[in-house]
């Protein structure tokens, strides 16, 4: 079992930046891909960034290159998601999830793909 929880939403203008933080509960983070996705409001959830389990990989939606960042600690269970540039059409409840040993983009761009989510925080982007 493995809980998520995330961190570091909130109220940003646009061209701004924020930092989300996904802390992992368990010992066996590392076996796990960590992946972003988003939903807002009316919207489906999307896939915004994915890091393999070994971290040889990251992965983006087209919609965020160049402009996020994917990045994981194993030393303290965290994956984190700097939002740089970000624009009024960012603005959705950001999640955390965990696949275990995932590796391909195929795997880590689907939401159904992933073993366990976080409740989400949200990020708010005025104009």
């Known amino acids: 079992q493995v809980q998520l929880v995330e961190s570091g939403g909130g109220l940003v203008q646009a061209g701004g930046s924020l930092r989300l933080s996904c802390a992992a509960s368990g010992r066996t983070f590392s076996s796990y891909a960590m992946g972003w996705f988003r939903q807002a409001p009316g919207k489906e959830r999307e896939f915004v960034a994915a890091v393999s389990w070994s971290g040889g990989s990251t992965y983006y939606a087209d919609s965020v290159k160049g402009r996020f960042t994917i990045s994981r600690d194993n030393a303290v269970n965290t994956v984190y998601l700097r939002m740089d540039s970000l624009k009024p059409e960012d603005t959705a409840v950001y999640y955390c999830?965990?696949?275990?040993?995932?590796?391909?983009?195929?795997?880590?761009?689907?939401?159904?793909?992933?073993?366990?989510w976080g409740q989400g925080t949200q990020v708010t982007v005025s104009s």
């Open positions: 999830a965990a696949k275990l040993w995932g590796n391909t983009g195929a795997e880590l761009t689907a939401a159904s793909r992933y073993n366990y």
